[in-house]
């Protein structure tokens, strides 16, 4: 809650400074809490705007980066990553926030950590997504980024990803469309800040600070979605913990085909979402139904 009155501060002296017209709008309280960090990383990335590059398309994130002269917007988010590291001594770069450079790396860092949220909701090579609790897949709006989120672009007709900004905030004015405020390096020479309509076809999708999202996996998928279906599948006896390698391979998928003719599904090896849902209703009963689940029962009359 402390970071969020933070945040709220920061976002009243912005709207001032920045003239803030839309007295309408509500800016709109994060859904998730905001981690300190996060504070920072907006704070340090507030103090960037209004740099502006050199001759030539020199830029200090990408001589930090080993690259003076490159495009410059990822640098950036994992320079202000950087700084946060080195004034608050965090652990953030390569571990909540990929270190990288060039067209796809951060994306790619976030869907192996699973944390990647598409602005449809269809991940291509594995399949849809949905949030947490819910049981509708996700589709263009449903997912509202949170402060800290980065938020990929594409300015091309391929899935390539071409920009990244930073979430500083969200709101929604009058008629209930909702904002995205971002800061953002290279815009097309400094930083700045900007905003982007939530529905926004050129969004590729989020990298999140927080894991709130089921996907499909299926044959060939990596990373750490597929660690934690494969933990499931050994604590419902499908498969054993040598098995889990974070590789969705022959085994997790024939131990995915077995569950799912307990359960009266097709057995189609995929772990979809009524799959995945059924497994985590079947894990809670198990533990409820453990004799060692400790029940502490008050024999206090009074």
Request: glycine share 8%.
């Amino acid at each position: 809650m402390k970071a969020f009155v933070r945040i709220f501060a920061l976002l009243i002296i912005v709207m001032l400074c920045t003239g803030f017209a839309c007295a309408e709008d509500t800016v709109l309280e994060p859904q998730w809490p905001v981690p300190e960090y996060v504070t920072h990383l907006l704070e340090i990335a507030s103090g960037e705007v209004g740099y502006t590059e050199g001759a030539h398309g020199y830029s200090k994130y990408g001589e930090w980066a080993e690259d003076p002269y490159c495009q410059w917007c990822a640098e950036f988010l994992c320079w202000c990553v950087d700084q946060v590291d080195k004034r608050y001594s965090t652990k953030l770069l390569r571990n909540v926030y990929p270190l990288y450079s060039g067209s796809n790396g951060g994306v790619k860092w976030f869907i192996s950590q699973g944390r990647y949220i598409t602005r449809n909701g269809h991940l291509t090579d594995w399949g849809y997504q949905w949030m947490d609790g819910d049981t509708e897949y996700i589709t263009t709006g449903t997912y509202i980024p949170q402060p800290g989120d980065w938020v990929f672009f594409t300015w091309t007709s391929d899935e390539a990803s071409d920009h990244v900004a930073l979430v500083e905030y969200c709101t929604r004015d009058d008629t209930g469309t909702v904002t995205i405020h971002v800061i953002e390096g290279n815009n097309p020479s400094s930083v700045q800040r900007n905003t982007y309509a939530l529905t926004y076809n050129r969004i590729l999708g989020y990298g999140t600070v927080y894991d709130v999202a089921g996907w499909t996996m299926r044959s060939g998928n990596t990373g750490e979605k597929v660690r934690q279906l494969q933990e499931k599948l050994v604590t419902l006896g499908y498969l054993t913990e040598e098995q889990v390698d974070g590789s969705y391979g022959t085994a997790t998928a024939e131990a995915i085909q077995a569950y799912q003719a307990t359960i009266g599904e097709k057995q189609s090896g995929i772990a979809t979402m009524t799959t995945q849902q059924r497994m985590d209703r079947d894990i809670t009963r198990q533990i409820y139904e453990s004799p060692e689940t400790l029940i502490v029962v008050d024999d206090d009359d009074d």
